[in-house]
């Protein structure tokens, strides 16, 4: 039977890419984006995240089978509390505005982390701050930092966030993982290899990933589809890291 599913961020990149596989395998997918999509909402505004979700419980009354939070910005992008706003909170709130949807169909959740998650150096105050949900403290504090820690602790913060709440949903019937893509072609990625502080610390990012070259957002949409699918059901609670070897190569004795 086709299943029903929603997104945010398929307009583009690797949204675009997970949206195209289940439309090839018969499924039917609602987009969240703030451009050309099924429902178009601002995630980085409170006001954007209910109008979305009023939208899609109007689209999708008998649930939901799965829920991929995609849209995010990239290091790049300023002020960085839009970064932390879009990345954490709009993903968190959707998800938990979500899950009522969820719970109908045993529906299944993908996170989008990163594999620059884990890396260090990123404000523990910062992510403490996305983490406790207090959304203006956060952005407040963010906009005295740097884009990095505002996309890495965002993608952190997430993965944690993601943790936390896996065994209690499931305990409910909605299964939630993540991926931590590495560097992959996508629009953000043009966008910070083209940027002046960014550009060259992204290029020897990417050419150190042992499979030697970034990834294509299918091979991400790959693993998306995997950990939405039955072959997955059993894992829960787990980030996996779809980098090309990148995250094992820097950290190996942890995980
Ligand atoms: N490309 C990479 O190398 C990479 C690596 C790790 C993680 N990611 C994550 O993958 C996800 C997809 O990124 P991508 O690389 O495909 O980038 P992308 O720019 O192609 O896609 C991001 C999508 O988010 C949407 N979006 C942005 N701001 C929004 C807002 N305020 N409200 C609603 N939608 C908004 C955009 O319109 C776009 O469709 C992001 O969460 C990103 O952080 C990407």
């Not at 982390?113 to 910062?126: I, Q, R, T, V």
């Not at 993965?159 to 949903?169: F, G, H, L, P, T």
């Not at 290899?193 to 030697?212: C, L």
């Not at 996996?240 to 950290?251: K, Q």
Request: glycine share 10%.
């Amino acid at each position: 039977m086709n299943k029903i599913y929603a997104m945010t961020g398929g307009a583009t990149g690797i949204g675009a890419a997970v949206k195209q596989q289940l439309i090839d395998r018969g499924d039917q997918v609602i987009v969240i984006d703030i451009q050309a999509s099924d429902i178009v909402a601002d995630l980085s505004t409170t006001e954007g995240r209910a109008n979305a979700l009023r939208a899609l419980e109007e689209k999708a009354p008998d649930g939901l089978d799965g829920f991929i939070p995609c849209a995010g910005l990239g290091p790049h992008t300023k002020p960085y509390s839009l970064i932390a706003r879009v990345n954490f909170f709009g993903s968190t709130a959707m998800i938990e505005g979500v899950r009522p949807l969820l719970e109908k169909k045993k529906g299944v959740i993908v996170v989008i982390s990163s594999n620059s998650a884990p890396l260090p150096g990123y404000s523990e105050d910062f992510i403490k701050k996305l983490l406790s949900g207090d959304e203006e403290q956060a952005c407040k504090l963010i906009d005295t930092l740097d884009g990095q820690t505002a996309y890495g602790g965002s993608k952190r913060a997430l993965a944690i966030w993601m943790r936390e709440k896996s065994a209690e949903y499931m305990r409910n019937g909605v299964r939630m993982n993540a991926v931590a893509p590495g560097v992959t072609q996508t629009a953000m990625t043009d966008g910070v290899f083209n940027d002046e502080t960014f550009g060259s610390a992204i290029k020897e990012f990417s050419e150190m990933t042992p499979y030697g070259s970034v990834a294509q957002p299918e091979m991400i949409a790959d693993s998306i589809l995997f950990l939405l699918g039955p072959q997955s059901e059993f894992i829960c609670g787990s980030v996996l890291f779809v980098d090309g070897g990148t995250d094992a190569m820097l950290r190996p004795t942890e995980f």
